[in-house]
């Protein structure tokens, strides 16, 4: 990493976020925030889609091609040696940034969408049969929807929707009325990708976990803005994915308690996931090995692992604490906007700000925000629990001064 960011966070240490994070030096962290769009500064507010990222995770990922680009696992020569070693680094680096107790507990994927359909398919094919459920929240990503709604279909188990009210909360007493005995698994977002709400993870385990439920927390618009920890949670699984924290994309995590991975069925078959293969019968690898089939997306892991570098050095806390001013500000700023109506107001809120203008539609607004140099995402509705309002998503990046 370059000395930049880090040696400015050291010196705010105990003073407000404004100064332990100094986001001026930070952004040069990243070379994208450097170009102009239509002569405008780049104003980069789309994070909750993807994030940027900073020069040493292209550089991780860059000197992987440069200098050892090998296959991992199977070589015994020096590059492998290499690539193996820094891959799996990166696994142990995940596992401490989610203080997951064993690193095999630390599955590679693709993204929190392979992550999710890998349960689907793993744990759906053992554990669900016809006249199960499988219970969800009104708030879920469609990554969270979908794939149940196939496991549901093949099976004939039926998906149960725990609702939401006004301020875009889940209402627990209708959450805790749904679990049932037939439920065999809770699917619920630790943050939601539209709304900002940040769900009380830790709650929801102990009710599910009252009935034997195990619960899978989709993390994607968590594991950007809080300090996740998965034993303090107590969740069963846990997904996120690498390019929302400032990695590259195609690469993402499911963590599962040892005892629920190893009872799984494989997800897919192929190379690295069998211990030994014959025509006859295949025995398969231990985890986190028996959910990795195939050649992974090497590179991607290790730039993953140069991101972890950089979230801790530039420390959470301070990203989050910096966050939350930067979240108070824009709604503050955008309240008092005449025709501008916040959508998600929870009491437990990350940086995510969606708000409907009346009567201009979403795409005019993100138009005339492109002529600024501002990317945010701007999108009619598409999900079910909103459905007659116009949608204006924000992420506040962090590395976004508030005076700009
Ligand atoms: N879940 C949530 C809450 C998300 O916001 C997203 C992406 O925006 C996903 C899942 C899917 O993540 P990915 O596309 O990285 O698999």
């Not at 994927?109 to 999710?116: H, K, L, N």
């Not at 709604?149 to 039926?158: F, M, V």
């Not at 293969?277 to 140069?306: D, H, Q």
């Amino acid at each position: 990493m370059k000395a930049g960011a880090a040696e400015a966070l050291s010196a705010g240490e105990h003073q407000g976020a404004e100064r332990a994070l100094d986001v001026e030096r930070v952004r040069e962290d990243f070379p994208i925030l450097k170009q102009k769009v239509h002569g405008k500064p780049l104003v980069y507010l789309d994070n909750a889609a993807t994030s940027q990222k900073p020069v040493t995770v292209i550089e991780a990922e860059e000197r992987f091609y440069r200098e050892y680009n090998s296959n991992i696992h199977r070589g015994v020569h020096q590059l492998s040696e290499r690539a193996t070693k820094a891959y799996e680094d990166a696994r142990v680096k995940i596992q401490h940034f989610l203080n997951a107790g064993e690193a095999r507990e630390i599955v590679f994927v693709r993204g929190t969408t392979e992550a999710i359909n890998l349960v689907a398919a793993a744990y759906g094919r053992k554990n669900v049969q016809a006249g199960d459920e499988i219970l969800i929240t009104a708030m879920e990503h469609h990554s969270n929807i979908v794939p149940w709604q196939i496991l549901c279909e093949e099976k004939g188990a039926r998906l149960r929707v725990a609702p939401v009210n006004d301020r875009g909360e889940m209402i627990f007493e209708e959450f805790e009325k749904l679990l049932n005995s037939r439920t065999r698994l809770v699917s619920v977002t630790h943050v939601s990708n539209v709304l900002g709400t940040i769900n009380p993870v830790r709650e929801i385990v102990e009710a599910a976990h009252r009935m034997n439920v195990p619960v899978l927390v989709d993390g994607a618009q968590a594991a950007p803005h809080l300090k996740v920890d998965v034993r303090e949670l107590d969740c069963d699984l846990y997904a996120m994915s690498s390019h929302k924290i400032f990695g590259p994309t195609g690469i993402g995590v499911l963590y599962g308690k040892a005892r629920l991975l190893e009872a799984m069925p494989p997800y897919q078959g192929g190379g690295d996931m069998i211990s030994s293969v014959s025509f006859e019968k295949t025995i398969y690898n231990v985890i986190p090995y028996k959910f990795e089939a195939g050649t992974p997306n090497i590179a991607a892991t290790i730039g993953l692992g140069a991101a972890i570098d950089y979230i801790n050095q530039l420390g959470l806390d301070n990203v989050a604490a910096y966050e939350h001013e930067l979240l108070e500000y824009a709604t503050e700023a955008l309240s008092g906007i005449p025709g501008v109506r916040m959508v998600g107001t929870a009491r437990q809120k990350a940086s995510v700000i969606s708000f409907v203008l009346d009567g201009i539609h979403a795409h005019d607004v993100g138009t005339v925000l492109d002529q600024e140099g501002i990317d945010s995402k701007c999108r009619p509705p598409r999900g079910p629990r909103w459905p007659s309002i116009i949608r204006r998503r924000r992420s506040t990046g962090w590395w976004r001064a508030s005076k700009r």
